[in-house]
């Protein structure tokens, strides 16, 4: 959207030059763009012209100003619009153009500002429909939410729309925040020039999500390959940084637990493993633990007892195997528990993989599996026991 805005209204409005001193960003930032009587907000919906920059180099958008030509129109992300597999798995720079007309007089009027402003993408897509900000799958997935009795997730593995935090304030659901520090797993992206960055992008996530109320703690990483020797000075550097932008709240990053990952584990060995997993880190840092993901795939309607991998019975099996020693470690230090995943969502092919990644215990269509009323009823009970539910807990609620 493109807003415009009258001056005298400046103030504080675009620190988009970061600087990488960590001082603290609690007082800085750019109002999300509203309509006011002093400020007009033009939004940009609608179908884009696009290209996706397949030259080998993939730079010839850029050699031939590809920006000076007419391009084709897609109305949302790309991906599963297209029937073109090439263009569905592409990698690479993509051109989107929008002509627009604005007021005349946000050109003639003089000191009159016009900012450009670009929502995010977002990963936990529904089909056909893409990436893009979705408000019928946003209202649809709150609902969902609230039926499970669920109160909280983390925004795996980016910051998601400025418009759903503000639907979780509005809901009292609880966030932690996490930028885009996913899978840093090859040596080299521990060097300073990485690290560098990482420390912009954390000032870049405080500076947009630090007033809102339902972000309770930051996650500056999801699952790195922590224990590689320059990992200690990297993460040192990088928490330290969030701590000072931001000193009101607890700083995280995700780890993958060493126990082992194989689905074709039996039953038996997930309570013990985990277990000791958390005995070990609490052992060594005494700290509360929250378990960020645990889960399995499942094809919705797939059946077999006893269970096998991608069943639905599978994934119930594995999920009870787990809250079984969550109850035991609930009153010690475990102090939450996030389902990886909500609902399904695409992915690039591969040997793991079931037409993307089955985790959710909503289908990508939104339709629960059985796994999803196993939670439902475990988070009602666990909200009963509080004596605290809160207001919203009447399903249907009001929005
Ligand atoms: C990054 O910089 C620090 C401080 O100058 C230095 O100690 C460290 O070795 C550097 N790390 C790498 C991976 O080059
Ligand atoms: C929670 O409490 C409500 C009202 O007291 C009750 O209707 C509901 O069955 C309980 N749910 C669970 C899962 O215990």
Redesign the pocket.
């Known amino acids: 959207m493109i807003t415009s805005k009258s001056p005298g209204m400046l103030l504080r409005v675009l620190y988009l030059f970061a600087v990488l001193d960590a001082a603290c960003l609690l007082d800085t930032g750019m109002l999300f763009p509203r309509e006011s009587s002093s400020r007009e907000v033009k939004e940009l919906n609608g179908l884009w012209s696009f290209r996706a920059d397949k030259s080998p180099n993939r730079n010839q958008g850029f050699e031939r100003a590809w920006y000076k030509s007419r391009l084709v129109e897609v109305p949302s992300s790309y991906n599963d619009v297209t029937q073109d597999p090439t263009l569905r798995d592409f990698t690479g720079w993509v051109w989107y153009e929008r002509e627009v007309v604005v007021p005349s007089r946000w050109i003639t009027d003089k000191g009159t500002r016009v900012v450009l402003r670009v929502g995010s993408a977002h990963y936990n897509s529904i089909v056909i429909r893409g990436k893009g900000l979705d408000w019928p799958l946003i209202v649809k997935d709150f609902n969902l939410i609230k039926w499970l ?1 669920a109160n909280s997730f983390r925004t795996s593995h980016y910051p998601y729309a400025e418009e759903i935090m503000q639907m979780c304030d509005r809901h009292g659901i609880v966030v932690i925040d996490e930028c885009p520090g996913v899978g840093i797993k090859d040596i080299r992206s521990f060097g300073n020039a990485s690290l560098a960055h990482h420390l912009v992008v954390m000032e870049e996530l405080v500076r947009r999500d630090k007033n809102h109320p339902s972000v309770v703690m930051w996650s500056v990483a999801n699952e790195p390959a922590a224990e590689m020797p320059p990992a200690g000075y990297y993460f040192k550097t990088l928490i330290e940084h969030t701590k000072a932008l931001d000193p009101t709240r607890p700083v995280t990053y995700i780890t993958d637990s060493n126990y082992a990952r194989d689905k074709g584990a039996t039953f038996e060995v997930i309570p013990i493993q985990l277990n000791t997993q958390f005995e070990n880190w609490y052992g060594k840092y005494q700290k509360p633990i929250i378990q960020s993901e645990y889960g399995a795939d499942a094809v919705p309607g797939l059946h077999s007892d006893p269970p096998m991998m991608f069943t639905e019975e599978y994934q119930n099996v594995v999920l009870q195997s787990y809250h079984n020693v969550f109850d035991q470690k609930r009153k010690q230090y475990v102090i939450g528990e996030l389902i990886w995943n909500f609902a399904d969502f695409m992915t690039a092919q591969g040997i793991t993989r079931v037409v993307g990644n089955k985790k959710g215990i909503f289908s990508r269509q939104r339709q629960p599996k059985s796994a999803a009323f196993i939670l ?6 666990l ?3 509080t004596g605290r ?1 809160p207001p919203w ?1 009447k399903y249907p609620c009001s929005l």
């Open positions: 009795g439902k009823e475990r988070y009602w009970r909200a009963n026991a539910l807990a």
